[in-house]
Nanobody
Framework: QVELVESGGGSVQAGGSLRLSCAVS????????SGWFRQAPGKEREGVAA????????AYADSVKGRFAISKDNAENTVYLQMNSLKPEDTAMYYC??????????????????????WGQGTQVTVSS
């Protein structure tokens, strides 16, 4: 069975950095198309970053552009989210997802939560001011 395990969350002060990891197992096709999402209390889940196949195939929410970077290690079946210059509004539970079911990689679909089949349990990120 497919399993996604996120790690790397924690509590940091504003301006700090965290690196999230998502280890994927049990999926024969690897981590080709994957994404990171977040959900704050009382808010809907939102797409943060996504990565496809080939160089430059990344997508970011406007709120994190220039601060967050998504990457992956295909050999390790792991997806990463480097988060810099963190702000209190970045506080949320962060989830990774894989197996993209969309027919195109054009925005907004890579950041749409209903376009991914497999999900992890999440890792909490708390940013204090």
């Amino acid at each position: 069975q497919v399993e996604l395990v996120e790690s790397g969350g924690g509590s940091v002060q504003a301006g700090g950095s965290l690196r999230l990891s998502c280890a994927v197992s049990g999926y024969a096709y690897g981590i080709g198309y994957s994404g990171w999402f977040r959900q704050a209390p009382g808010k809907e889940r939102e797409g943060v970053a996504a990565i496809g196949l080939g160089p430059g195939r990344t997508a970011y929410a406007d709120s994190v552009k220039g601060r967050f970077a998504i990457s992956k290690d295909n050999a390790e079946n792991t997806v990463y989210l480097q988060m810099n210059s963190l702000k209190p509004e970045d506080t949320a539970m962060y989830y990774c997802a894989t197996l993209y079911t969309g027919s195109t990689w054009a925005l907004p679909w890579p950041l749409a939560s209903n376009k991914y089949k497999y999900w992890g349990q999440g890792t909490q990120v708390t940013v204090s001011s």
